[in-house]
C-alpha cells in the first residue's frame, strides 16, 4: 500500500458539528485512510479549510471527491493542484546533548529548524517545511535520540489570483 500516490485534497465546509464525521466516513467507507488532517478557519468566521493527504489510487480518490461534494455544508472539495505553497511544522524533544547542538548548528538553515524550547535536560525542536524536507530531517535527527515528535501535517495556499 505504501506504492500508491499520496493525494492532497482541499475542502471548503461550513463551519459546523459534525462535518468532519461526514467526510471522514466517506474516505473509510471507499477504504482510504487519511494520512493527515488539518481543519483551520479561513478569513470568513462561517466556513473552515480541510486539508488532508491519503495514499490510494486515482479513480477511487475521484469517487470520494464526488461523495464529499454531495454532502451537505460542503461548499467545495478537490484534489489540490500542484501550483501551491506547502507547509507543514514539526516539533521534536531529544535529550540537550552537545551533538544534537552540533546537528543543529549545521542544519538549522538548510531545515529551518531550530531549538525553541531548553529545559530540564531536553530540548524542544521546531521545524517548518515541505513534508519532504520534516521527513527528511526526522531521519537524520533519529540518530541522536528522538524522544517525542508531534507533526501538524500538510498546509496549503493556491499561488497567485486563484483561490485556495
Keep these: 500500500m505504501d506504492k500508491l500516490p499520496l493525494h492532497t485534497i482541499s475542502v471548503l465546509v461550513a463551519n459546523?458539528?459534525?462535518?468532519?464525521v461526514r467526510i471522514a466516513l466517506v474516505f473509510a467507507r471507499r477504504g482510504y485512510n487519511i494520512n493527515s488532517l488539518v481543519v483551520s478557519p479561513t478569513i470568513n468566521p462561517k466556513y473552515s479549510r480541510m486539508t488532508m493527504t491519503a495514499k490510494g489510487d486515482l479513480e477511487t480518490l475521484e469517487q470520494i471527491i464526488k461523495n464529499v461534494n454531495k454532502l451537505i455544508d460542503v461548499i467545495h472539495c478537490e484534489e489540490h493542484p500542484a501550483n501551491t505553497v506547502e507547509k507543514e511544522l514539526a516539533l521534536l524533544?531529544?535529550?540537550a546533548t552537545a551533538s544534537?547542538?552540533?546537528f543543529l548548528a549545521k542544519n538549522a538553515k538548510k531545515y529551518n529548524a531550530r531549538i525553541d524550547d531548553q529545559s530540564e535536560g531536553h530540548y524542544?525542536?521546531?521545524?517548518?517545511?515541505?513534508?519532504?524536507?520534516?521527513d527528511e530531517f526526522e531521519t537524520l535527527i533519529r540518530k541522536y535520540g528522538v524522544l517525542e515528535m508531534v507533526r501538524t501535517g500538510k498546509i496549503?495556499?493556491?499561488r497567485g489570483k486563484e483561490t485556495t
Design 16 to 20: 459546523k458539528p459534525g462535518v468532519l
Design 93 to 95: 524533544k531529544t535529550k
Design 100 to 102: 544534537v547542538k552540533t
Design 124 to 134: 524542544i525542536i521546531e521545524q517548518t517545511g515541505t513534508t519532504a524536507e520534516l
Design 156 to 158: 496549503l495556499i493556491t
